[in-house]
């Protein structure tokens, strides 16, 4: 069972926005600012798209945007595209005996 | 730019040690900024860390697997290592190595993931 807890589907049609939450604990995402999310296309690796709970790195569009309250945080996707199908996972710092702590994976699709 | 490349057997015996190295260039592997990691994803299922390794030897293991997993640096190399011991079919997985970034936690490079089978 994984540590943090995501939904395992959510789904739009193009053009509307998803929310993904990533649920976890004070020991994790409530303790730190340290929740990142990931995409992960079909047979490809992970890729970070948000950091530091609201930070995109270069070249992540701005339709993806992340946020947290208490022990929960989310990913917004608006403006969805085709090519935002995929998985989203989040992460977290959980301390040093859970360096890093992932969510379940959520699908994302896209009508 | 940062690139990391999986190498290592894609076949291992139920019993056995599955060992794993990852080559990093553009980055020096002693870079104190730095804490490389190892992370597996079984067919089908979430991605699992399994430990991270900084420079100094410090190193940091998933709990349920603390207790047969080791992770080294090889600076000479400007490689990390991953040790599994006792491998069984459950330890079946694509295995990726990636850096981890101190300051702020997130994982922002990856190496592309290499298949392990655990079969006799």
């Known amino acids: 069972q994984s540590a943090l807890t995501q939904p395992p589907s959510a789904s739009g049609s193009p053009g509307q926005s998803v929310t993904i939450s990533c649920t976890g604990t004070?020991?994790?995402?409530?303790?730190?600012?340290?929740v990142s999310w990931y995409q992960q296309h079909p047979d490809k690796a992970p890729k970070l798209i948000i950091y530091?709970?609201?930070k995109r790195p270069s070249g992540v569009p701005d339709r993806f945007s992340g946020s947290k309250s208490g022990n929960t945080a989310s990913l917004t996707v608006s403006g969805l595209q085709a090519e935002d199908e995929a998985d989203y996972y989040c992460?977290?710092?959980?301390?040093?005996?859970?360096?890093?702590?992932f969510g379940g994976g959520t699908k994302v699709t896209v009508l | 730019q940062l690139q990391l490349q999986e190498s290592g057997p894609g076949l291992v015996k139920p019993s056995e040690t599955l060992s794993l190295s990852c080559t990093v260039s553009g980055a020096s592997i002693n870079s104190n900024e730095n804490c490389w990691v190892w992370i597996r994803q079984s067919p089908g299922k979430g991605l699992e860390w399994i430990g991270s390794?900084?420079?100094?030897?410090?190193?940091y293991y998933n709990p349920s697997l603390k207790s047969r997993v080791t992770t080294s640096i090889d600076t000479p190399r400007n490689q990390f290592s991953l040790n599994l011991r006792s491998v069984t079919a459950a330890d079946t997985a694509v295995y990726f190595c990636?850096?981890?970034?101190?300051?702020?936690?997130?994982?922002?490079?990856w190496g592309q993931g290499t298949l392990v089978s655990v079969s006799s």
């Open positions: 992460s977290s710092y959980g301390g040093s005996d859970n360096f890093v702590v």
């Open positions: 990636a850096r981890l970034a101190v300051a702020t936690r997130e994982i922002d490079s």
């Open positions: 530091g709970v609201t």
């Open positions: 004070s020991s994790d995402v409530g303790g730190y600012n340290f």
């Open positions: 390794v900084r420079s100094g030897g410090r190193t």
